[in-house]
């Protein structure tokens, strides 16, 4: 079945500095993927859809020049927290569509990343 | 008014008890519902989809929509310690659309 693959499943980082996560289709090729946040006991919140070759778009609230997506090819999404501060410390998870048919709409999570920024 | 609402629990329940989670949501346009199961610093894993009103059985899993009431609902049989996890509900208005998803049950089998 399709697989998406997501590292660093953890992470700690000083404030301030730039956090790149990637995420990647290893059997399938994922026009789409989508970026979401999850904070402890709660959803995940949407914050971005990614589309290869053009910009993300990103939800109302979520700041694009704080968190980067590139999704430069059909395998490989990348989210970079940039200046990290304590308050970026959360769940990340990302999505690919594109890999599956029928049953899951080709919807796919990561394993998410766990970023704890101090 | 959240689009989709799902109960947080935590829910408890011992071994084998059968499992009722549910969700209700706002958007008559919502043609296709999800339950994903995710389990603790893990990435969500699709259990069941439904499109439309009906039932789907699988395993021990079965889904219910009713779209009438607005209102769905995913039954655990022969509940299992391993089935200890949240369980988030999605839905969307066409296949490949962006998921809405619910808040999440914390479910808890105790053995």
């Known amino acids: 079945g399709a697989v998406v693959s997501q590292h660093p499943s953890r992470v700690i980082c000083k404030s301030g500095t730039s956090v790149k996560i990637e995420c990647r289709s290893l059997?399938?090729?994922?026009?789409?993927m989508f970026w979401y946040r999850q904070f402890p006991k709660k959803s995940l919140m949407l914050m971005a859809t990614s589309n290869e070759g053009s910009k993300a778009t990103y939800e109302q609230g979520v700041e694009k020049d704080k968190f980067l997506i590139n999704h430069a090819s059909l395998t490989l999404s990348t989210l970079t927290v940039t200046s990290a501060h304590p308050e970026d410390s959360s769940f990340y998870i990302c999505?690919?569509?594109?890999?599956?048919?029928?049953?899951?709409?080709?919807?796919?999570f990561g394993s998410g990343t766990r970023l704890t920024v101090v | 008014q959240k689009e989709v609402e799902q109960d947080p629990g935590p829910l408890s329940v011992p071994e084998g008890a059968i499992v009722s989670l549910n969700c209700t949501y706002s958007?008559?346009?919502?043609?296709?519902f999800m339950w994903y199961r995710q389990y603790s610093r893990k990435g969500p894993e699709l259990l069941m989809y439904?499109?439309?009103?009906g039932n789907k059985e699988d395993g021990r899993f079965t889904a219910q929509v009713d779209k009438s009431s607005k209102y769905i609902s995913l039954f655990i049989r022969d509940s299992q310690p391993s089935d200890s996890a949240t369980y988030l509900c999605a839905m969307s208005a066409g296949a490949g659309n962006m998921l809405t998803f619910g808040g999440g049950t914390r479910l808890m089998v105790k053995p």
């Open positions: 958007n008559s346009a919502f043609q296709y």
């Open positions: 439904t499109y439309s009103s």
């Open positions: 059997d399938f090729q994922a026009t789409t």
């Open positions: 999505s690919a569509r594109g890999g599956g048919q029928g049953v899951n709409y080709g919807y796919t």
